[in-house]
């Protein structure tokens, strides 16, 4: 009975101090890219060709068409030779349709269906062009619109087509200067795997949490009455097991479909809005203390309890109907205990956007799910479980300080978006010090809540959580005065985001205001000089003869803290971003307002009100991405010195990509 109290404390103790890390809250590498093209070459003689564009869109997104009368229509140009290059009217369409186009106001036309194409027949002038490349522009729009450029050629003779998205290695192709980048394959590399890592990230994570609901009063009792229930009372073992089994598939049918719903909810958009909104924040701190407090044992949360009387009276039609509304049963009657868990793994979750809600209750309902499983297969571990008693409530208590904690996080990202400083570092640790002071008293018998039974002692479990407890306090507690605390780096606020930015005692306080600081700058992470002022940032870095750093980045971003003090705190790289680039730091999450007169509507539609807006759109139409860290090293023309990189925590990778860039500076 300790022993499992102990392990599953400790997995979920763990867990949620990486939980949101984990899931990158506000820290998003999401590039908004619902179109996949392709292509294909048609010869028909040999100075002409039909040219084939074909795309794949995502579900409910949608391009305008050539002749659109609003939005930016479908266009492209062709690159090379345009002057031996005639083409045969308009390119030849798949269907389209005309509609009220809401976001502009006015009629538009559009490609029906997700599979939009369109041919282009070319006459060429000079028979010797090999190559064609196309310069694609259209406009992608759901619930946003998002202006798009992407590149394609086509091999007139091998009949090879190639897609790019950059510019410099399009333009090379087919040409002496054509060179592999490394750097670019080994960040589609890295995106890729941040992908899979990201949802198995989430999906970890989710299960221990589902290991810790199973943990809890409302939950662990059942799972012998219900196995029991399957193995008696049907005709024979094999039939026991199938129905437990189809149990513990129904569980799991029943939260992926409140993932689901979650997802149709918010959308795949809800990572901009979300993650960056004060009020959403706000209104996640306060679910996250209610769900605490319930269960410090308050008062419990629960559904009306005529859901669980109507679902309990459908359970008894028996069959596999029957069996669903057991679990259904069970989710309801549970919802005090795994109501708090299911709905902060869902705001983590909502915030990271997509389809995370799916995987993430996904998880959940696995954990939940398998103990049912696997005790129908061997119902000879059941005399194995620890009883049911006193140390069940012990591990809701402990999750309700976890989760008290988390709360200060949403506090605390409502704050560094509107730059209120009413949470500054020092203060958000000793909340989270003082609640994990709370928490190993607990532990070691020093606080009694209403649920908790008497203690003559404690078990070796609780102490040793208590230890480990302690142990993380010791560790937070020289944050207090300016330790980085690498290993929660993100958690709390950064470190220029505190009264004493330098720690108690001034350090290097005296030099940094030493440094002669341009106009529209200001010191950054580690003293670097940042310009908020991209026009100030272009014109200092012609002066200086230095390349740029575009650092697109936010408040509440978690993994651009992650990248500042992990990464930047190199010694390598900070020498680098001290003295060999130019950095300007755009943040997309600013609730600045902009002047009036500065205050429009984008081609896009999107409206541009605050500083964020500006460079949240800027960043769209110039990089056709939406993502907080995104890094682009500039020459003086504002041109792409390599292919941009997002979160990139291995400093060996960063730093090469850094010094690919400044070679390629000093080259021209």
Not at 225 to 254: C, D, E, H, P, W
Not at 405 to 433: G, M, P, T, Y
Request: proline share 5%.
């Amino acid at each position: 009975m300790r022993k499992a109290q102990f392990i599953f404390s400790f997995i979920f103790f763990i867990s949620l101090i990486t939980f949101s890390q984990g899931f990158g809250l506000a820290g998003n590498n999401t590039s908004y890219d619902p179109v996949r093209w392709s292509g294909s070459v048609e010869k028909i003689s040999d100075a002409t060709y039909i040219l084939h564009y074909n795309a794949t869109v995502e579900k409910d997104w949608y391009i305008y068409a050539q002749e659109s009368e609003s939005g930016i229509p479908f266009s492209f140009e062709f690159l090379n030779s345009e002057n031996n290059i005639v083409r045969d009217g308009l390119a030849k369409e798949s269907e389209t349709i005309t509609f009220y186009d809401d976001v502009f106001q006015e009629n538009a036309t559009k490609f029906l269906g997700q599979t939009p194409s369109l041919s282009q027949n070319i006459t060429l002038l000079n028979t010797d062009i090999k190559i064609i490349k196309s310069v694609i522009s259209y406009q992608v729009c759901k619930e946003v619109c998002i202006p798009q450029e992407f590149y394609i050629t086509h091999q007139l003779e091998t009949k090879e087509v190639k897609v790019f998205t950059n510019f410099t290695e399009f333009e090379n192709y087919g040409t002496s200067k054509t060179i592999a980048s490394p750097s670019s394959d080994l960040q589609e590399e890295v995106a890729s795997q941040n992908d899979t890592n990201s949802n198995w990230t989430v999906f970890i994570l989710s299960f221990l949490g589902g290991l810790a609901a199973l943990l809890t009063p409302c939950v662990f009792p059942m799972i012998p009455m219900t196995v029991s229930y399957f193995t008696k009372q049907s005709k024979s073992r094999a039939a026991g097991i199938k129905n437990a089994i189809i149990y513990g598939l129904s569980i799991i049918v029943i939260y992926v479909f409140i993932g689901f719903a979650v997802t149709t909810i918010f959308g795949e958009t809800a990572i901009v809005e979300l993650s960056t909104s004060v009020t959403f924040n706000v209104i996640f701190f306060v679910l996250l203390v209610i769900f605490a407090i319930s269960f410090f044992g308050a008062f419990e949360i629960m559904l009306p309890q005529k859901w669980a009387n109507k679902i309990d009276s459908q359970a008894d039609r028996g069959g596999l109907i029957g069996i669903f509304f057991m679990a259904l049963a069970l989710a309801i009657v549970s919802f005090s205990c795994t109501g708090p868990i299911v709905g902060t793994a869902l705001v983590q979750s909502v915030v990271e956007g997509g389809i995370t809600p799916v995987i993430s209750m996904l998880g959940f309902s696995t954990a939940i799910a398998l103990p049912f499983a696997l005790f129908a297969l061997f119902p000879g571990w059941l005399n194995t479980l620890p009883k049911s008693g006193g140390w069940l409530n012990t591990v809701k208590v402990v999750l309700g300080f976890l989760e008290l904690a988390l709360a200060f996080k949403f506090l605390s990202n409502a704050d560094l978006v509107s730059q209120s400083h009413f949470l500054e570092r020092e203060v958000f640790l000793a909340l989270i010090i003082a609640i994990m002071v709370g928490m190993a008293l607990y532990l070691f018998g020093k606080l009694k809540l209403p649920h908790d039974s008497d203690l003559s002692h404690i078990s070796v479990g609780r102490l040793l959580l208590g230890i480990l407890t302690v142990s993380f306090v010791v560790y937070m507690i020289p944050g207090l005065w300016g330790a980085p605390l690498k290993l929660i780096s993100g958690f709390p606020p950064p470190l220029h985001y505190s009264e004493s930015p330098y720690g108690v005692g001034g350090g290097n306080a005296n030099a940094a205001k030493d440094q002669d600081i341009p106009n529209g700058a200001e010191l950054g992470p580690h003293d670097i000089i940042s310009f908020t002022d991209y026009e100030a940032g272009i014109a200092y870095a012609k002066q200086q003869n230095k390349p740029i750093l575009l650092d697109f980045t936010g408040y509440a971003c978690i993994n651009c803290r992650r990248m500042e003090e992990r990464v930047w705190s190199d010694p390598k790289v900070l020498n680098i971003l001290k003295n060999d680039i130019v950095l300007i730091s755009l943040y997309g999450d600013s609730r600045e307002l902009l002047p009036e007169s500065e205050q429009t509507v984008s081609p896009s539609g999107r409206r541009i009100k605050t500083v964020g807006n500006k460079w949240s759109n800027f960043q769209i139409e110039n990089y056709n991405i939406l993502a907080a860290p995104y890094y682009v090293l500039l020459d003086h023309d504002e041109s792409p010195l390599n292919q941009p990189v997002a979160y990139t925590p291995d400093i060996d990778v960063y730093l090469a990509w850094l010094e690919e860039g400044i070679t390629n500076f000093n080259r021209n």
